[in-house]
């Protein structure tokens, strides 16, 4: 069984275009986060929710925005795409906010903007 | 200031040999927790390691080892008779207890790029 998914694994669009990155968990976690790593493999993470609630948001422009209908899916829909969004987004999840927590991470997405 | 340097961004042994990728942190928080993740060429981010910074005791498990040292604000990885399969780039990690409730904020090194060859 998969712990944390992610869909799609690939996606490539043109400059300018709105796309969304979809994010789910099954282990009952009640917070979850994105990631960016860039193509140096830099890591770096974007927003944190707990329990459908922002916790963190990483100075990311505004055409990010997440959205969690419910503790189990955390959804990163980006508009205006620009070419420097082009990267591996990963999803995690944590048993809770608490900052000991392991987190789990999905498979990555890579966003290829053309 | 980066909090989690990881000097080697690459390293290249023949297998067989042990390796060691080092990690420096840098907090002023005196309650943390370090981490090392895994991310082979297929991608995904493999959990490997959680350490308390009231803990500094060693840790073996199997080929890898990890030395936790706070007067050196250092937690070095090492793998011993490397293969082939550890090939990955390595990462190490930051939890902060900042007080703020900031919540759980992973600060990532740079990486270290291992390649383990036959």
Known sequence: DTAVSQTPKYLVTQMGNDKSIKCEQNLGHDTMYWYKQDSKKFLKIMFSYNNKELIINETVPNRFSPKSPDKAHLNLHINSLELGDSAVYFCASSQDWDWSNEQFFGPGTRLTVL | ?118
């Open chain 2, 1 to 118: 200031a980066q909090k989690v340097t990881q000097v080697q961004t690459e390293i290249s042994v023949v297998e067989k040999e042990d390796v060691t990728l080092d990690c420096v942190y840098e907090t002023r928080d005196t309650t943390y927790y370090l981490f090392w993740y895994k991310q082979p060429p297929s991608g995904e981010l493999v959990f490997l390691i959680r350490r308390n910074s009231f803990d500094e005791q060693n840790e073996i498990s199997g080929r890898y080892s990890w030395n936790f040292q706070k007067s050196t604000s250092s937690f070095n990885f090492t793998i011993t008779a490397s293969q082939v399969v550890d090939s990955a780039v390595y990462f190490c990690a930051l939890s902060e207890a900042d007080g703020n409730n900031a919540g759980n904020m992973l600060t990532f090194g740079g990486g270290t790029r291992l390649m383990v060859k036959p």
